[in-house]
């Protein structure tokens, strides 16, 4: 049952009708008492006004003494229960339904020559009157109508109406027998015919409770197609466009958290940069300020001094063209702005240029270099992102070599796949940082990044390069170095 039911409709409409059925029991009471014996004196009083009616016209038309006359009278007395006496002006008996006739005859004579004034009359004409009196012998309303016929006779009439009263009586009796019991069956019948309406009812109010609750799961059926099914049908329509809805809101409420968050990242990351930027540019400024402002003082006069604070100046403002060119190449890659030309080229006549154009810096720091044996493995790749890939590997490898000081570089062929790997031999890089190496200004060891130049930029350019062409990159630990490597397509044709 539904928790928030608190009056049942059921209940409501079988009270209301049993309500409503026994007050139409006991107002059918209360006029059958009130009306039902006006209503049948009336009667009695057309009654007697008709034989009346009868009796005077048969004795104009002078039928009076006949015997089908006899047989009339009779009739009308025992259907209507009514006792009739005629006298004529001798006081002889004329007509009579009854054995004893001193007891009408003496009332009808009182009538006309007693005090029937103080008695006041119900009907009353120039021929006959009718009134109510009593039986003083045995205590019996009668009506009465007494009076002359057409030849001058004088009529009595009399029907008893006490037995009216008791028949309005039994009436009410069996009227309120059959209400209980009509009462008792309506109830019944309308307790379950509500009860069959109000089955749907509730299950519309379950649904909609569980709506409240964002329970869609269950539908309405309809059975009969009346105005319940309708509005159930109308609910499922309003269940399923409130799911949709919501689930379209979720979906909006989701992408707003993505975006709020992404938004947020954004501006960790915007704030990251600008500080690693800032971070990047203000040591050579630094040095560049000092050493032009010590120039400007002449603080060391001679030739070699001045040539030095120059250098130092020049390499600075190197550094810092290189950063600036570094950030603004993998800012284009990342966001899509360069155009990726995919070209058929031998890889390794380009490993073989990179490799001679770096020959001072690996000559400076004491490198061994191998390069791969196979003359030429020809791949399909944009040439210029992959030159800029293998130098910033080559570039690492040279700096962070250490122990033997050995780079290798090799070149293998797998199926459609060719990949080059960059070996250093040194220290090996932990496995809990190796995701962070391609984060932008990231360092592993910022004091030897420092000393080299190194920005942090380089492997964040070789993952946006990578990505733009659609390749693989990783890096591996060995047990005695590091090789960072990179996969093109390697197929004879596209």
Not at 66 to 72: A, H, M, P, Q, V
Not at 103 to 127: H, Q
Request: contains cysteine.
């Amino acid at each position: 049952m539904i928790r928030f039911l608190k009056r049942s409709i059921n209940r409501e409409y079988t009270f209301v009708f049993g309500l409503l059925l026994s007050a139409c029991i006991v107002l059918i009471s209360v006029v059958n008492m009130l009306m039902l014996g006006r209503a049948y004196m009336s009667n009695k009083q057309k009654v007697l006004l008709s034989c009346y009616k009868d009796i005077d016209n048969a004795v104009s038309a002078g039928d009076i003494t006949s015997d089908r006359f006899d047989e009339s009278l009779k009739q009308i007395s025992a259907i209507n229960n009514i006792e009739i006496l005629v006298i004529d002006s001798d006081k002889q008996i004329v007509k009579s339904t009854d054995m004893d006739t001193s007891l009408m005859t003496r009332r009808l004579l009182d009538f006309v020559f007693g005090d029937s004034e103080k008695i006041a009359p119900i009907y009353e004409d120039s021929k006959i009157r009718i009134q109510r009196t009593m039986d003083p012998r045995v205590h019996i309303d009668y009506l009465e109508l007494w009076g002359r016929l057409e030849d001058g006779d004088l009529i009595l009439m009399r029907t008893p109406v006490q037995s009216m009263q008791e028949a309005a009586v039994m009436a009410n009796g069996i009227v309120l027998r059959l209400g209980i019991i009509a009462i008792i069956a309506g109830i019944v019948f309308v307790f379950l015919a509500t009860k069959r309406i109000t089955k749907p009812i509730l299950k519309l109010a379950e649904i909609s409770e569980k709506m409240t609750r964002l329970d869609f799961s269950e539908k309405y059926v309809s059975h009969t197609g009346n105005e319940v099914d309708a509005l159930g049908e109308h609910m499922n329509h309003l269940s399923d466009k409130l799911e949709e809805t919501i689930g379209e809101l979720k979906g909006a409420n989701v992408k707003l958290l993505q975006d709020i968050e992404k938004k947020t990242e954004i501006d960790e990351m915007r704030k990251e940069f600008l500080s690693n930027v800032s971070h990047e540019l203000k040591t050579p400024i630094a040095l560049i300020q000092g050493y032009a402002e010590g120039l400007k003082d002449c603080v060391n006069d001679d030739a070699e001094s001045r040539d030095f604070y120059c250098d130092v100046i020049t390499d600075e403002a190197n550094r810092m063209n290189r950063l600036v060119q570094n950030l603004l190449n993998l800012n284009e890659l990342e966001s899509g702005g360069h155009k990726v030309d995919i070209e058929h080229f031998d890889l390794m006549e380009l490993i073989r240029n990179c490799s001679e154009a770096m020959d001072i810096m690996i000559k400076q720091n004491g490198i061994r270099l191998e390069l791969p044996k196979t003359d030429s493995i020809y791949v399909w790749a944009d040439e210029f992102k992959t030159e800029q890939v293998f130098s910033n590997y080559l570039s690492n490898a040279i700096h962070y070599a250490k122990g033997e000081k050995i780079v290798r570089i090799s070149a293998i062929k797998r199926d459609e796949l060719v990949r080059v790997d960059v070996f250093n031999s040194g220290d090996r890089i932990p496995e809990e940082i190796m995701p962070d190496l391609w984060t932008k200004f990231y360092k592993a060891d910022k004091a030897r990044t420092r000393e080299y130049g190194g920005s942090g930029i380089g492997l964040s350019i070789v993952k946006a390069s990578m990505e733009a062409m659609g390749g693989s990159y990783g890096v591996e630990n060995h047990d005695d170095g590091v090789s960072f490597w990179f996969e093109l397509d390697g197929t004879s044709s596209i």
